[in-house]
Structures are given as C-alpha cells and as structure tokens.
C-alpha cells in the first residue's frame, strides 16, 4: 500500500526559505514520478512541480525560479526547496503519486509566509 508523508511545513517570512520532504514506501520508488501540488486557503489546489522517474522536472509559472523539486531514490523521498516565498505562496502542501491510474496522496504539511 502507497504511504505518503510530507513534512517541512511552518511559519516563514516573506523572502525566507523552507525545504518540504515527501518520505515515501510501498512501491518501487525510482520507477515513479511524483508531485507536488499546494491548496491555498480557500482555492483548488493546484500543481508546483513534478519530478520524474529520470529526474525531469517541470514547475508551474508562478513558482519558476524559486522552487526546485529533486529526489533522492535511494531514501525514498521527495524534496521541494522553496525560496524567496511570499505571502501568496501560504498553502497546505500536498506530495502525490499515480500508480495503476490511482493517485495517492499524503495529508499535507502547512506552509505559512508571513511577517
């Protein structure tokens, strides 16, 4: 059974940095991608980044340039480096990843940008 775990979450202040993980088991990890996605308080969530099994990356344009997704297969775990986060980027983080066309989600780690 898929198990995701975020954590890395907290109060950060505009321009700060935080590093959120995504530990994860009950699949073979270097043969998936997986993703972060972000709800913001009242909104959809929506897609940041995704890594792929080779290590592709692609990011939504709101957070180009700021956050870098990376994994590190042989722990099992997903990384997001967020920097120079503003106010706009507070929002419930979500890891997720497909597999036989289910997705599997963690329960998210809270990130708040504010001073």
């Known amino acids: 059974q898929v198990q995701l775990v975020e954590s890395g979450g907290g109060l950060v202040q505009p321009g700060g940095s935080l590093r959120l993980s995504c530990a994860a088991s009950g699949s073979i990890f270097s043969d998936y991608a997986f993703h972060w996605y972000r709800q913001p308080p009242g909104n959809q969530r929506e897609r940041v980044a995704l890594?792929?099994?080779?290590?592709?990356?692609n990011y939504a344009d709101s957070v180009k340039g700021r956050f870098a997704i990376s994994r590190d297969n042989a722990k099992n775990t997903v990384y997001l480096q967020m920097t120079n986060l503003k106010p706009e980027d507070t929002a419930v983080y979500y890891c997720k990843q497909r597999m036989s066309g289910v997705d599997y989600w963690g329960k998210g780690t809270l990130v708040t940008v504010s001073s």
């Open positions: 890594i792929s099994s080779s290590g592709s990356t």
